[in-house]
């Protein structure tokens, strides 16, 4: 106990509770950071503040089947009291677990690896990836985020390109987005050019005698700013890179589980005929415990196993994350949380595309499930985002109880992805809200424009 | 659902639990892989299988204060109950753990950044170390593991010996082993003599134009073989790694938290005047839960800051992994588990040292609190490892109901790392066990050598 209480400490670091103290570090950053809210509790899709204000969250995909869902709270609590060690030992949860797992997966995918975090998953699936092939290079999607390890940096042109830059095993393949990106939706087939652009990015690399171990992509691009690629383009892509040697890893950390309605995975949004090589899980898996999975094939799996090098991972797996897990299935099915998220999604893409129709800074609204981006642009002809315009609805949401925020390279997309609890009233409510929002700003801006006319 | 259950299906790894099936993987290894247990329960220092059966546990160090501590298990409950959301929001529990810790820091180390294993606090350490530094390159000790992450696995000489080899920035630096390394305890300075080892290192590694931005070690190196470093060679270390431009990075996720007895982390055991620049929490942390921890230096945080690079760790620091950290320190402290640490780790190696005249095969016995190594030699003179004869008082102790195992390059080292709640009763009952179990090893190899004397 070398220091007095409340100097110079940073609590997870960017949080000021001692106004008067210097705090420590700003890399790790709040919402809001100009007014931070401080959450005390949370309940289905709703966060309360200490003052007992009531917040719609519409952006938490952590809190999967809602904030503290009873059942997995319960879950969690039963086998906290009974056992919580490390996999060393047999325990029935860990299989029960993989078993429900792979229930939900093709057949190939079959082998299972539990962890603790998204980044500690895509760090294993590139192990797995360059253990299998014997490669060592990776091609990436535009703008993606993989995670926050140093090997995940390194593929996430959305942190290296602030950071030292682009290292020469990784490569950057066009984000398929079609409405701001290469090919748009006025081309006859995007799938296959932008399927192309792989392929080119694929040829450059063996050209320069390299080889390559993966193609990582989200199935839905989040930070490259709510993307659906088109159907189709996966396998295409898969195409290219197996006959390169190379493994598809679908990283469906934020959008896995149900999310998209239709699907339990986004991958499947392709097309009953892909399946990936490998596929990693996060967030949205344990409703915010701690959890984390690898699924692959056998064959990748020998391939790791024949380096004889043990993989041990001290809390990955244990009866409790495992427990937690099951119960978040368990809540899936039992609330059929898949099913529900396609009709509110769709009844809230209605409501969004209406809202279109009548405020022009909606450039696009694309979705499928609750994934659902809305573009902000300053005018039709050149889709530039409207990077202000999209922070100041997000910050006049707040005051109206609405947690919302952006994303997209040019932070002007507003995203929805909340708990999968998220009702129709809850949809009618934020659109409400939006509309009064927007309509606002219209107003201000004419009233600008004719004092502006005026003498 | 493609498949039909218990098929082709692993569940994280190798399980066996169907014996009719084809399994995974081999990759994740089991304790006892002939002859498996499959335990369900576990409370303080006990483990329970199917049958009932109770097992002392003398390694699992990650159950810190004990298996499924009622005030652990309540804290998670409770908050799980309220809210468990990422830090993007303000929260008390985040700023409230960051104090403590600190408390048992020196005032230097006041930056905290929460993560969800030890694999994760090594990275985040490396990229710090790499970011103030400005400098790549890496210095380990000889047989270390720091993690299991591709960037861990490299600087893990336990690891990368066995894989794909050294990577150029790594330089690997002699175990500082008194008892079976380059200088021991004849040595009048092994601290000074181990030092220099690293200078040298640190020489070289400038003659070949490269930059060093850490020196990483284990405050007590634990799969090297329980080995405690000369007090002072720590500091030793710090001045020519400092001199290099580098920082030390001090890993304590196997040996912190009150284990050595006579202080909180195991770098306290080099002397007062050593304080590392960025210390790694892990394991015992959250007994079980998935927590860890960096802390660092303000000017470590600051060149971090510096890239105007956000780190966004979606479950680090989250209040439940907050709660579990605080109730673990509250736990410690009520319990004065620190001093029973001491008391009952000084009465064991009393104990192991009876052993070792007695039993011509323990060579060494070493430790501090509950951080134990009972080094098993085929003789003296040579200090051969004996390997085979430690795993088989491995498995005789588990027939035993004594769950005991080996660590150091040579597989012959027994490790005592129990939880903290270890009694007294628990030492002498091991010690008694040991004590058959090689007295009765002793007798079959002498009436061996009698058969062998008749004609
Ligand atoms: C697509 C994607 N992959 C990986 C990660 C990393 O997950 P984690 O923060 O749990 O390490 C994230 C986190 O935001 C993500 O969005
Ligand atoms: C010294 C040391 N560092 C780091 C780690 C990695 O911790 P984790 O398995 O929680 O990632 C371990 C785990 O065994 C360890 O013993």
Redesign the interface.
């Known amino acids: ?3 007095p ?2 100097t ?6 960017t ?1 000021e ?1 001692f106004p008067e103290t210097e705090t ?8 809001y950071p100009e007014d ?7 309940q289905g899709q709703y ?1 309360y503040d200490e003052q007992g204000a009531e917040y719609l969250d519409c952006v ?1 995909n ?2 999967h089947v809602g ?2 869902h ?1 059942l997995v ?1 319960q879950a ?2 039963e086998q ?13 949860n ?6 429900r797992l ?6 190939k995918l ?11 998953a895509n ?2 699936a ?2 797995l990836a360059r253990q299998y092939t014997g490669h060592w290079d990776v091609v990436v999607l535009d703008h993606a985020y993989h995670g ?4 995940l ?1 390194d593929i996430s042109p959305y ?1 290296f390109r ?2 030292d830059g682009q290292k020469e095993w990784v490569h950057v393949a066009p984000l398929p987005d079609t409405y701001r990106g290469l090919y748009r939706e006025d081309h006859p087939n995007p799938a296959g050019a932008y399927a192309s652009e792989v392929e080119r990015v694929v040829n450059s690399v063996q050209e320069k005698g390299r080889k390559i171990a993966a193609f990582f992509a989200e199935s839905l691009p989040s930070v490259g700013g709510q993307i659906i690629p088109p159907a189709g383009f996966f396998q295409e892509v898969a195409e290219h890179i197996h006959r390169a040697g190379g493994v598809f890893v679908a990283d469906e950390i934020q959008v896995g589980f149900g999310r998209v309605g239709q699907h339990f995975w986004a991958f499947q949004l392709q097309g009953e005929d892909f399946v990936p090589d490998i596929v990693t899980m ?2 949205s898996i344990g ?4 959890v984390a999975c690898v699924a692959t094939t ?1 064959a990748v ?2 391939a ?2 024949a ?12 009866p ?3 427990a937690v897990g099951l119960a978040v299935l368990d809540v899936l099915e039992k609330e059929q949380l898949q099913a529900h998220a396609a009709s509110v999604g769709s009844f809230l893409m209605e409501l969004l595309r209406q809202q279109k129709a009548k405020h022009p800074i909606i450039g696009d609204v694309r979705g499928t499930g609750l994934f659902i981006g809305v573009d902000l642009i300053k005018d039709e002809a050149t889709r530039t985002p409207a990077t202000d315009e999209a922070n100041y609805v997000v910050s006049r949401m707040k005051e109206n109880y609405i947690l919302l925020s952006t994303d997209g390279p040019g932070r002007n997309v507003l995203k929805f992805k909340p708990p999968m609890c998220f009702s129709v009233d809850n949809a009618r409510h934020v659109v409400a809200k939006m509309d009064a929002i927007l309509t606002n700003m219209e107003e201000k801006v004419r009233s600008c424009e004719t004092l502006r006319l005026q003498p």
């Open positions: 106990a070398q220091s209480a409340g110079e400490k940073s609590g997870g670091v949080q509770p420590a570090s700003d890399s790790c950053r709040l919402f931070p809210i401080k959450i005390v509790r949370g966060l938490n952590v809190a904030h503290c009873p709270v969690a609590h906290n009291q009974v056992l919580n060690t490390n996999s060393r030992y047999l325990h029935d860990i299989v029960d677990y993989a078993q792979s229930e939900t997966l093709p057949e079959c082998v299972f690896y539990f962890l603790n975090s998204g980044s500690e760090d294993l590139l192990r926050h390890l140093s090997s940096i942190k602030d950071l996060g967030k409703n915010g415990h701690p056998q799996a020998r790791f196993e380096t004889g090098v043990e993989y041990f991972n001290t809390f990955g797996g244990s409790v994350s495992c």
